[in-house]
Nanobody, 126 residues
Framework: QVQLVESGGGLVQAGGSLRLSCADS????????MGWFRQAPGKEREFVAA????????YYADAVKGRFTISRDNAKYMVYLQMNSLKPEDTAVYSC???????????????????WGQGTQVTVFS
């Protein structure tokens, strides 16, 4: 079973960078599409980025396109989110999630992801 644990969050000044990591301790996620979502206080959870199981296709929310990069290393059961040029509006709890390839939902929809990590806090100050 997929068991996801995020790390790498923290406090960073606007314009800075952070790299989030997501580890699958169950060591089973290689066939899943992996996504990152975020939720700020008082706001709904929103899609950030996704990557297919092979890594050949990636998807980004418009708000992070050009600044964030999602990647994965299936041999290490890891997914990463490199975040550059961070803005205060990027402040949120970031969670990684796993989606089966057979899901009828698009990669942008949280309801299609069946496994979730506990999240890691990212705070960007100006």
């Amino acid at each position: 079973q997929v068991q996801l644990v995020e790390s790498g969050g923290g406090l960073v000044q606007a314009g800075g960078s952070l790299r989030l990591s997501c580890a699958d301790s169950g060591r089973t996620f290689s066939s899943y599409t992996m996504g990152w979502f975020r939720q700020a206080p008082g706001k709904e959870r929103e899609f950030v980025a996704a990557i297919t199981w092979s890594g050949s296709n990636t998807y980004y929310a418009d708000a992070v396109k050009g600044r964030f990069t999602i990647s994965r290393d299936n041999a290490k059961y890891m997914v990463y989110l490199q975040m550059n040029s961070l803005k205060p509006e990027d402040t949120a709890v970031y969670s990684c999630a796993a989606k089966k390839g057979s899901s009828v939902y698009s990669n942008f929809e949280a309801r299609g992801y069946v496994y979730w990590g506990q999240g890691t806090q990212v705070t960007v100050f100006s």
